[in-house]
C-alpha cells in the first residue's frame, strides 16, 4: 500500500469501529443545567442565587431541564427572605420551589398567553404539600403588555410582574425577573412569625392528598392520629402510609381488617417512626434498622424497619414485606408522610407461608419467613429489590449467568471481525 493510496487499513478500520463502540457505550450526559452558574454572571441577582444555593432547591434543579426560573433582583427581595417566608407560614425553600416553573418559556411565549392565562405547575406542586392545584401558577396578560404571575386560586395570595427577560439557555433554562417573592394561596400571609405551629392533622393530610381513604380511616377509627400529634414535638415523626392500591393488593389470607383493635392499632404504629426524616436523611440514613413507634409499645429490637436505597428507590424490608417509597405526600419538620407501595406487615404478627398467601401468628410469636419457629433477629440488609418476590438466589444467579453469556458471545464476534479483516494481510 503506498504513501498516496487511499485504501484503508483493516487494521485502521477495525480501531475505528471500536472507539466508535465504545464512545456509544458511554452514558451521555444530564440534560439539565447548572441554575447558580448560569446566575453568576448577573450580578443583580447574586443575592437570589445565594438564596438558592442557601437551600436543596439548587440541587433540585441540577437534574432537571426545561424549566423557567423567576428569579428576583437584589433591590426586589425582601430585607429578610426567610422571616417573609415564616410570617407566611412557609418555607423558604417551598417559596423559591414556587419560583420554579416546569416548562421553557420564552418572551415569545408570553406575548401569546391566551386572555383566560396559562396554567404552569411548579416545583413546589411536585413535594405533595400543595393541596389541589395550588402548587401552580396562573400566567396572565395585564396592562401595557405586562404579564403577571399569581396563584390559580380565588383565596388571596401573593403575585408579581414579570420584569423582563434576563437570559436563556434554549429549550432548557429561561430566566425571567419578576417584581418580588411570590407565596401560594394557602399560606397566611398576615401570620406572626412568633406564633407556633400547630399540629399536623395528618388524617386531614391523607385526605387532601387523596389515595388514601383506607389509611385515613383507620388511623381516625383506632386513635392512633391522636398519638402521632402528640409525637410530633421533640424529634417529630416519620409516617409511611399504604396506599388504597396497597391495601387492595392485600392477600385475603391476611386479614388485617378483621384483627382485634389492639393488634390493628401495633400495625398502624409500625408504619411510624419516631423521628423526623425528609426523604434526603432517608437516602443516607446511617443506621438502616430503625425502630417504630410500635416498638416502644412492646420491647426493644421487635417491630423493627430495615431502610435502605435500592436501584435509586428507599425500600422498606419488613423481614415478610419489602416496600418502596412512591412519593412524598407531606414534609415539614417536624412531620413527614411519605406513600409507600405496600401495606408494611411485622414478621411478629404476620409469616409468609409462600409468595401468595399468609398465615397470622400472635404478637408474642416470631416466625421467619421460610423456618416456623427459627429465630430472626432485624435483618441488616435487604434480600432483594423492592417489589421482586419469589426470586431467589437460583434465579439471581441465572439472570447474572445469561448477562456473561451474552458478554462471551460479543467478544468472540469482535475476535471473528478481526481475524476476518486481517487474514488478507498474512
Not at 17 to 38: C, H, Q, R, S
Not at 123 to 145: C, E, I, M
Request: one cysteine or more; charged letters at 15%; glycine letters at 8%.
Amino acid at each position: 500500500m503506498g504513501r498516496g493510496d487511499p485504501t484503508i487499513s483493516p487494521r485502521l478500520a477495525l480501531g475505528a469501529a471500536l472507539v466508535l463502540l465504545a464512545a456509544a457505550a458511554l452514558p451521555t450526559p444530564a440534560a439539565g443545567v447548572n441554575v447558580t452558574a448560569v446566575l453568576a454572571a448577573f450580578p443583580n441577582l447574586a443575592d437570589f442565587a445565594r438564596l438558592l444555593a442557601s437551600t436543596p432547591v439548587a440541587g433540585e434543579l441540577a437534574g432537571r431541564s426545561s424549566l423557567t426560573l423567576l428569579a428576583v433582583p437584589n433591590a426586589n427581595l425582601p430585607q429578610s427572605p426567610s422571616a417573609f417566608a415564616a410570617a407566611a407560614g412557609a418555607d423558604i425553600a417551598d417559596v423559591l420551589r414556587y419560583h420554579v416553573l416546569l416548562e421553557y418559556l420564552s418572551p415569545s411565549d408570553l406575548a401569546r398567553l391566551p386572555a383566560s392565562g396559562k396554567l404552569v405547575t411548579t416545583l413546589f406542586q411536585t413535594t405533595g404539600r400543595a393541596p389541589s392545584d395550588l402548587g401552580a401558577v396562573n400566567l396572565t396578560a395585564g396592562p401595557n403588555s405586562t404579564v403577571v404571575v399569581r396563584s390559580p386560586a380565588p383565596s388571596p395570595g401573593s403575585n408579581a410582574t414579570v420584569l423582563g427577560a434576563v437570559t436563556a439557555v434554549p429549550y432548557n433554562l429561561s430566566v425571567l425577573t419578576v417584581g418580588g417573592l411570590i407565596v401560594p394561596s394557602g399560606f397566611d400571609l398576615a401570620a406572626s412569625e412568633s406564633r407556633p405551629s400547630p399540629p399536623v392533622n395528618i388524617t386531614r393530610v391523607l385526605a387532601d392528598a387523596r389515595g388514601f381513604n383506607v389509611a385515613a380511616s383507620m388511623l381516625q377509627a383506632s386513635g392512633v392520629a391522636g398519638e402521632f400529634e402528640a409525637d410530633e414535638h421533640g424529634a417529630g415523626i416519620t409516617v409511611f402510609v399504604p396506599t388504597d392500591d396497597a391495601f387492595a393488593g392485600l392477600p385475603a389470607t391476611d386479614r388485617l381488617q378483621s384483627l382485634p383493635a389492639e393488634r390493628k392499632a401495633i400495625v398502624l404504629r409500625f408504619h411510624v417512626l419516631h423521628s423526623y426524616y425528609p426523604l434526603g436523611s432517608l437516602e443516607s440514613i446511617v443506621n438502616p434498622v430503625q425502630p417504630t413507634l410500635a416498638t416502644e409499645y412492646t420491647e426493644a429490637g421487635r417491630f423493627t424497619l430495615n431502610i435502605a436505597r435500592i436501584n435509586g428507590s428507599i425500600a422498606i424490608d419488613t423481614g415478610i414485606v419489602q416496600a418502596s417509597i412512591t412519593r412524598t405526600v407531606f414534609d415539614q419538620n417536624p412531620v413527614a408522610v411519605f406513600a409507600v407501595s405496600k401495606v408494611l406487615l411485622p414478621k411478629e404478627m404476620f409469616s409468609r407461608v409462600d409468595a401468595d398467601s399468609t398465615a397470622t401468628a400472635p404478637p408474642s410469636v416470631t416466625m421467619a419467613p421460610n423456618a416456623a419457629g427459627s429465630k430472626q433477629t432485624p435483618p441488616t440488609r435487604l434480600l432483594s429489590p423492592p417489589d421482586l418476590h419469589g426470586e431467589d438466589n437460583k434465579s439471581s444467579a441465572t439472570s447474572a449467568m445469561a448477562k456473561g453469556t451474552g458478554t462471551g458471545w460479543w467478544c468472540i464476534g469482535l475476535m471473528y471481525l478481526q481475524l476476518h479483516l486481517l487474514l488478507p494481510l498474512v
